[in-house]
């Protein structure tokens, strides 16, 4: 557990870091615009910077919100149904996401390393455009052990979701 906590403050971390860096760099470069010259053009840089750090922040994301019960889900409907066909369907839905997602990143990282050996770059970066497919692989690898750890027992993200539910329904 402690290396899953560990995990947990990492990301938890880079997410921040990653956001709040996203910010400051969008009101350089609205500032920079604002005054105009050289200085605007000498920061084109930043909107690609952000859209890279974008994509890293919504795959890495993916797996505390997981973990959390906060991704989509019609639980209503899941759970009537489970009830009703006495069929293990949490287990199931975790068994199909850990499979699902360690498909996607095997995929993203095939890409990743297909678009590495091209030797493309970024035109403003002049960053490898491999990492730019690395988030989603990285991003799919957190997700699965998310299932993963779900599946064996040791997280239990629905519990989120029920308390959150129980927290919705008691009165003001």
Not at 119 to 128: D, K, N, V
Not at 144 to 151: D, I, M, P, T, V
């Amino acid at each position: 557990m402690r290396a899953l906590a560990a995990l947990r403050l990492a990301e938890r971390t880079a997410l921040v870091i990653l956001f709040l860096t996203m910010v400051a760099l969008f009101a350089l470069n609205v500032v920079a615009r604002q005054l105009g010259g050289d200085l605007a053009s000498d920061l084109a840089w930043i909107d690609e910077a952000v859209r890279v750090m974008n994509l890293f922040l919504v795959f890495l994301a993916a797996g505390l919100a997981l973990e959390r019960g906060r991704h989509v889900s019609v639980h209503t409907w899941r759970d009537r149904l489970a009830a009703r066909s006495r069929l293990p369907l949490r287990k199931l839905i975790d068994a199909l996401g850990l499979l699902f997602s360690l498909y996607v990143a095997w995929l993203g990282l095939k890409m990743a390393l297909f678009v590495f050996s091209t030797g493309q770059q970024s035109p403003t970066l002049g960053l490898a455009m491999g990492w730019i497919y690395m988030a989603p692989a990285i991003g799919f690898v957190l997700l699965a052990l998310r299932y993963g750890l779900n599946l064996a027992g040791v997280t239990d993200r629905y519990a989120a979701q029920a308390a959150a539910e129980a927290n919705a329904e008691e009165p003001a």
